[in-house]
């Protein structure tokens, strides 16, 4: 074989390999990249997982019943609680100040509470206001938002701290002098059946002896609503320690007296326990799932 052919037959395999080191250098390594993605485990992006937007939350919760929101609150159904922004509130911290200024004014003039919260030249109170947001553990789709609400009065000789849900349910309340100022105060709510009126401002119960009582849960005007004292099995029963639940550092408490709220008959029927502890100095009322 010539040295002309010899150089030929070089080129001609050279070009033969280049051609198949195009073809199928780029696809080996191509199979090798993806071979190796689909071996890698990564983090999903926050937005695949992130749950339903805050707009849907907001208007899906809007269905919502008032036994419902109570009921994610308390955390009869499984949910989780953190704080909320305002910006997921319907309304805003003083439309929530004003609401539970005139729920603690019914208690008062009914005789579960020491102290009328309506400012005045006499009896002036700071206040501030903290959101927070019960939603459902399951599908994180259904929420209720309730308030945390301090007032402190002007000489400092009052402390209390107000928690209301957006619905109007009072679910807990505390008072603390630096005084003696409870030793007489004794709270007191009559047994009854109650059916539900509303003056347009504060929603109250009627007795048939047309006496009115404050309302501790929120009720529409169909509603029917009993409360009773509770016998000394059932206050031994009550466990105050669930308040934990939606209330941050809380402390349990051997409850003085306990009521029994039940709203709506029949299968439909959900029972709540009101439990009060009073000191000389101290007051706490607190709403449970019973």
Known sequence: ????????????????????????????????IM???F??????????YAGPSESVISNVSKQLTDEQCLELILGRWDSSVSPARKSECTMTDFDIKTMAVLRIRSLYNHGMYPVDLSSDYRNWY??????????????????????CITFTRYDNTELHKIVISER??????SII????????FTPELSNSEYMLTDDSSVATLNLESDEEVSVFVSITES???????????????VDTSEGAFYLEDFESFKPDD?????????????????????????????????
């Open 1 to 32: 074989m010539t040295k002309s052919n010899i150089k030929n037959l070089i080129l001609v395999l050279g070009a033969l390999l280049a051609v198949c080191a195009a073809v199928w250098i780029p696809g080996m390594m191509q199979s090798r």
């Open 177 to 184: 002098y630096n005084q003696k100022a409870l030793e007489a």
């Open 223 to 237: 509603d029917t609503y009993s409360a009773r004292k509770a016998g000394a099995e059932e206050k031994r029963n």
């Open 39 to 48: 071996s890698e485990i990564k983090d999903v992006p926050q937005e695949y």
């Open 126 to 147: 700071s206040w501030s206001a903290t959101p927070y947001k019960a939603i459902d553990t399951t599908f994180r789709t259904y929420a209720a938002i309730y308030w």
């Open 168 to 173: 109007g349910d009072i679910l807990y309340t």
């Open 35 to 37: 071979k190796k993605r």
């Open 258 to 290: 306990t009521y029994i709220i039940t709203a709506g008959t029949g299968d439909a029927a959900l029972t709540y326990s009101v439990s009060y502890v009073k000191t000389d100095n101290t007051y706490e009322l607190l709403l449970l799932a019973f």
